[in-house]
């Protein structure tokens, strides 16, 4: 689901932004299937990432609200260790979390 398939999507980096230390790029929130990119990702093919982490992702697609919540751990040098994204879907719902090692 992309907002090329007609919908829409809006991306909010909260009150008090995150700095974006690690230089971190998540396709996936952008509709990009990071799978298929993930080489040309780790080699720098795909640019650098955004200045502030996200923290909420808000969509509509068919008419269904979907939602994703961002919540990052900082170690004391400002660097993501743990991204934890709640995603709800009108009948669905499910939480993954990502391990960052520097």
């Known amino acids: 689901m992309t907002p090329s398939d ?3 999507m809006t991306l909010s980096y909260g009150v008090e932004p995150i700095k974006n230390n690690g230089g971190i790029m998540l396709y996936q929130v952008y509709g990009i299937d990071d799978d298929a990119m ?3 990702y780790y080699i720098g093919l795909l640019g650098k990432g955004t200045s502030n982490l996200p923290v909420k992702n808000n969509m509509v697609f068919d008419g269904d609200k979907i939602s994703e919540n961002y919540n990052w751990i900082l170690n004391e ?3 993501p260790t743990k991204l934890t994204i709640k995603h709800v879907e009108p009948d ?11």
Do not use: R, V
């Open 77 to 79: 040098k400002g660097m």
């Open 6 to 8: 007609g919908g829409t």
């Open 38 to 40: 993930q080489y040309a």
């Open 92 to 102: 669905y719902a499910d939480t993954e979390d990502i391990i960052f090692k520097w």
